[in-house]
């Protein structure tokens, strides 16, 4: 069946504008969790949907970024004003409840 | 909050050395994950472990989950140049949100 769905694969964009990530999870996970990786480091947690309930988002660096789920299935991560260390790979994650997670290939983000 | 630290951060071996790195939760989890990260690729789930002193075999890999299930090892046995990535373990609190918390990951490179 079909994966996680993230689009686009890659974004470039300049300094100062806004960027939306697209996540479409696996049909039927309710759980869906958003990543940043920088070049060879780990996961950073930014924020996580279970459900209806409120979202955990107490790993969202700064007030610029923002993400919402939709119908509980498609996410967007939300960066405005985006600054040169936004650049990094977003990952999305979904799960159902407490299965393992499937990760989407990501978006690849450069600030230039 | 819940914390999962993992060590080391980095290990070179020679092809044919065994590897090993541990997970350590600074809360008692209801189960733990590891996943594998392929240069340039996406985590993927590898196993979970949910029972108090359990161990799993996966070919030359073995898990273990501690008696206390805060802590959890992965363990390769004579390491080939297709081990090489980085591992994650996550894990779960008993309690709250429920959230799966990633280690910092130990990045595995191998000397052919």
């Known amino acids: 069946g079909a994966g996680v769905s993230q689009s686009p694969s890659n974004k470039v964009t300049e300094k100062g504008k806004d960027v939306e990530l697209r996540c479409d999870p696996i049909?039927?996970?309710?759980?869906l969790y958003w990543y940043r990786q920088s070049l060879g480091q780990g996961l950073e947690f930014l924020i996580y949907?279970?459900?209806?309930?409120?979202?955990?988002k107490s790993g969202l660096p700064s007030d610029r970024f923002s993400a919402e789920r939709t119908g509980g299935s498609v996410s967007t991560l939300t960066i405005q004003r985006t600054q040169q260390e936004d650049s990094a790979v977003y990952l999305c994650?979904?799960?159902?409840?407490?299965?393992?997670?499937?990760f989407g290939d990501g978006t690849r983000l450069s600030i230039l | 909050g819940q914390q999962v630290m993992q060590i080391p951060q980095y290990q070179h071996v020679q092809e044919g050395e065994d590897f090993t790195t541990y997970c350590n939760s600074s809360t008692t989890l209801s189960n733990i994950q590891w996943y594998k990260q392929r240069p340039g690729g996406h985590p993927v789930f590898l196993i979970q472990l949910v029972k108090s002193g359990e161990v799993k075999k996966q070919k030359r890999l073995t898990f273990q989950f501690g008696e206390a299930k805060k802590n959890s090892s992965l363990h390769i046995t004579a390491t080939q140049t297709t081990d090489v990535g980085t591992y994650f373990c996550a894990g779960t609190g008993i309690q709250g949100a429920q959230k799966l918390v990633f280690g910092q990951g130990t990045r595995l490179t191998i000397n052919p």
């Open positions: 049909s039927g996970h309710t759980a």
């Open positions: 994650a979904s799960s159902s409840h407490r299965d393992s997670q499937h």
């Open positions: 949907f279970q459900g209806n309930s409120a979202p955990d």
